[in-house]
């Protein structure tokens, strides 16, 4: 059990990350691949994968486990705000005291194999192997699949925000699944362990990860600033577009062309359920589906169904195409 204990002042420092973080999802997704379970919303992403890795992502395995813990270095950025290059060149400049702490405090609980000692060390060599092995497990297994990733973690940011609106910092507490409790002052959580998290007035960032399976997830060292990474509600059919090729936008873009469909687009650039498009557009609710079918088809919509109801968002692609059809207004450049 993950036991978070806030007090009054963390209630006011809640914040959700404004996106994908690359680094969570590159160590959750190396333990994700040698997992079993999960095998309806990953099982495909994993047979895609697996055959493409090249030998060197095999230096990733000991540090990221598909059980127990792992060295808090390798996650040293929250929120999407770098790149995937200026998260790497963080994480390889990591100094050699913190590399000797995570990676002892890994050793005491599973053997790890003779080379970690020259990465303990701040050896450059180690550093070296370990950002090619992350660079090139990046471009097999998350790159071509980013534009979905992104797509679904800010449906389900948009989902924390409306809990936020709806019902406070405690009601985008309560809203984090069944696998958290609510208990005023603490955030219980189901964990493979016994932890105690003080927050101590820093605050909390909650980083929704994609990849994140099945429990959420913190830094073992407390000193570190507070982050609950946390899983997603996932489209099952997202890998179907990066791995057959089928978005290619040719026919599904095709199809687009037409009011009601443009209308339903840009009402979900902000999210929108099912119920609410049909009530603000008057369609029916099959016509909506098969709508957002079209959409998702193209890349332009993401699906998040939790509870019954189905909430639509519009990608990073759909909002681009809304953006570049409305009308660019001419005027005087103003004074600041």
Known sequence: MLRVHFAAEDLGRVRVAAGPDHLWELSNSVQTLQRRDGEGVFGRWR????????????????????????????????????????????LVRTPEPRLRRDLQRVAAARPL????????????????????????Y????????????????????????????????????????????????????????????????????????????????????????????????HDPDWILPAATGAADGGGALGQLLGHTRASVLRAVRTGASTMELARLLGVTHPAISQHMKVLREAGLVVTVRKDGRSLHVATAAGRDLVRSSEPQVAGPVPDF
């Open 47 to 90: 047979r895609w994968v697996r055959p493409r890795l090249p030998a060197s992502c095999r230096f990733l395995s000991p540090l990221l486990p598909p059980h127990g813990s792992s060295p808090d270095f390798l996650t040293p950025t929250v929120g999407g705000g770098e790149t995937f290059k200026a998260a790497v060149d963080t």
């Open 113 to 136: 194999p003779d080379w970690t000692r020259a990465l303990a060390l701040g050896d450059g060599g180690a550093l070296l192997r370990l950002g090619q092995a992350l660079r090139a």
């Open 138 to 233: 990046h471009e097999e297994a998350l790159a071509p699949f980013w534009p979905r990733i992104h797509a679904q973690i800010d449906a389900d940011r948009i989902r924390r925000l409306r809990g936020l609106l709806d019902g406070g910092t405690e009601g985008l507490l309560m809203g984090l699944g069944p696998r958290f409790r609510w208990r005023p002052p603490v955030l219980e959580v189901d964990y493979p362990v016994d932890h105690e998290l003080h927050l101590h007035g820093r605050g909390l960032t909650l980083q929704p990860s994609f990849f994140c399976w099945p429990t959420a997830i913190t830094l073992a060292d407390d000193s570190l600033p507070p982050v609950l990474v946390h899983p997603i509600e």
